[in-house]
């Protein structure tokens, strides 16, 4: 059962990693600093790129952190 938990925690972690590295590029997309596509100087994409990037940050660290003792 063990193993299962860890096989799951490694593939979230696996989907969580592009969730961050997409956020920070639609933020800098969005801030104008990443040119090159519709999504360039839209704040929108500032402020999605955050929620995302904070999203995938949080799983990431919600589903590596270690369980407190009972």
């Known amino acids: ?8 925690r ?9 969730m961050l590295i997409v956020g920070c590029i ?3 997309q969005g801030l104008n600093v990443l040119p090159g596509s519709f999504m360039t100087g839209d704040i ?3 402020v999605l790129g955050a ?6 940050a949080g799983l990431v ?6 369980p407190g003792v009972r």
């Open 1 to 8: 059962m063990e193993a299962l938990a860890i096989v799951g």
């Open 10 to 18: 490694v593939l979230a972690t696996i989907v969580c990693g592009p």
């Open 26 to 28: 639609w933020i800098l």
């Open 44 to 46: 929108k994409w500032a």
């Open 51 to 56: 929620i995302l990037a904070l999203l995938g």
């Open 61 to 66: 660290f919600w589903l590596n952190r270690r």
